[in-house]
């Protein structure tokens, strides 16, 4: 057991560490793909109106519950109701099933960044990927490797491991992605990358395309999982959470835009398919990266860059169940972060097996990775999100007027957090289950 609740060193050690969840495979792995199977620019449209809509109210709403009660997520919902705790449980439950798929995408990653240094020289990239995410071994180690650099820079604490792994990696994957970016812009025909970008053909238009924009809003900014619940939990007194979330929302946007100018010039200017899906990164990416001089090193870099966001993204993720046990079973940190590493470790093993060995074995009709990324970003993430703005809006009664000035806005954010917002979520999820 910690014997005081730590606290973040500084207020900007604090929002580092909220881009830093905020910012990770979502933006680069998972946002340039389904913009790339939802028609492009227009999904786009869709995405950025409800970031800069619906979005800031549950995002802040998070943030000041945990800031308010400074307790992880089951003690925050038993502080209401003990009827409530198993809400509270559901936050670390549905942390503990995202990183179970999330860190083998990890694992990919260190894969191809090994690749990449090697040298290793590969033609065809659609039967590389096919054949080493079926392999029964290599992507296990990988995704354990993973889990293990996640865990132990949590296992260290806020101040050393959290934000000690923020304060390096942000950066260093900031100045990467510049590079690669502008790299990208500079080669030929990337203007068709562009138009596909921001030229919206509204004809494409569908409800779908809205279901999985808010599905990959919540993801992205990490809303409904407690992430930021604890985050804020560890806030010392006076930060301004306003700003915070605006930052939030803005660098995660930025950084999302700027992933995608760094991926489709480049797909448009060797020819390629910006709808292949999961596997644009590894498949698509890879294949400009054997055309192009020193495409080992530009591999490396992007891989790299990779890796920078998902750790610091993994780390959040891994920190909602850790704050639980520390705080419910009065345990130490490295206690904590070991039995977590078995349980990850347990769940993820057959995740990862979904590939190969386990190929056969599908739940509604989804392999079991597959599962995971619906049953968490489509039903469980929703569910927490609806819960935490009727918490916020009806129990912790979360008011517009304290932090915003203009009495219309401040109106429009509680009519916001108390109907609108958990009416659309529950719409999405009926949707989403019919
Ligand atoms: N937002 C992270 C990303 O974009 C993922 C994440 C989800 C992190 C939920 C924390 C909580 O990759």
Redesign the pocket.
């Known amino acids: 057991m910690e014997k005081e609740r730590p606290t973040w060193s500084s207020r900007v050690a604090f929002i580092l560490a909220a881009v830093g969840?905020?910012?990770?495979?979502?933006?680069i792995w998972?946002f340039p793909y389904i913009m790339g199977q939802n028609g492009g620019a227009v999904f786009l449209v869709v995405y950025l109106g409800l970031i800069l809509t619906i979005c800031f109210i549950p995002l802040f709403t998070e943030l000041t519950i945990g800031k308010i009660t400074k307790k992880e997520c089951i003690g925050t919902y038993e502080q209401i109701s003990p009827k409530l705790k198993f809400l509270g449980f559901l936050n670390p439950f549905t942390?503990v099933l995202?990183s179970s798929f999330?860190f083998i995408v990890g694992g990919w990653i260190i894969n191809y960044i090994y690749l990449g240094i090697k040298n290793a020289q590969i033609s065809n990239y659609e039967s590389y990927f096919g054949t080493f995410v079926q392999n029964p071994v290599t992507p296990c180690i990988f995704t354990i490797l993973f889990l293990f650099i996640c865990i132990y820079y949590a296992g260290r604490g806020i101040k050393k491991g959290i934000e000690f792994a923020n304060n390096v990696l942000m950066p260093v994957f900031a100045v990467i992605l510049i590079i690669l970016t502008l790299f990208s812009l500079s080669l030929p025909n990337a203007h068709l990358g562009l138009e596909y970008m921001f030229k919206p053909d509204f004809s494409k238009l569908n409800v779908h395309m809205f279901l999985a924009a808010l599905g990959q809003a919540l993801?992205?900014?990490?809303?409904?999982?407690g992430?930021l619940l604890t985050y804020g939990s560890y806030i010392g007194e006076d930060k301004n959470i306003t700003k915070t979330t605006y930052t939030i929302i803005f660098s995660?946007t930025f950084f999302a835009l700027t992933a995608g100018i760094m991926i489709f010039p480049a797909i448009f200017s060797f020819g390629l398919e910006p709808s292949s899906g999961a596997g644009l990164v590894f498949i698509t990416i890879p294949q400009i990266f054997a055309q192009i001089p020193h495409g080992n090193i530009v591999s490396v870099l992007f891989f790299f860059l990779l890796f920078a966001?998902?750790v610091t993204?993994g780390i959040?993720?891994i920190e909602v169940p850790i704050a639980s046990m520390i705080e419910r079973c009065k345990i130490t940190r490295a206690k904590a972060c070991t039995i977590l590493f078995f349980i990850i470790g347990i769940i993820s093993i057959p995740a990862t097996l979904s590939f190969g060995i386990l190929g056969n074995y599908t739940i509604f009709n989804k392999n079991i990775f597959d599962f995971l990324d619906f049953i968490t970003s489509s039903m469980l993430?929703p569910i927490n999100a609806l819960c935490l703005c009727l918490l916020g809006g009806w129990f912790f009664k979360i008011k517009g007027k304290d932090f915003i000035q203009n009495k219309f806005l401040a109106n429009i954010f509680d009519i916001g957090l108390k109907y609108v917002v958990p009416i659309i979520l529950a719409g999405l999820l009926y949707i989403g289950l019919n």
């Open positions: 969840s905020a910012v990770g495979l979502g933006n998972r942390g995202i999330y993801f992205t900014l990490s809303i409904g999982m992430a995660d966001a998902a993204s959040s993720i993430m």
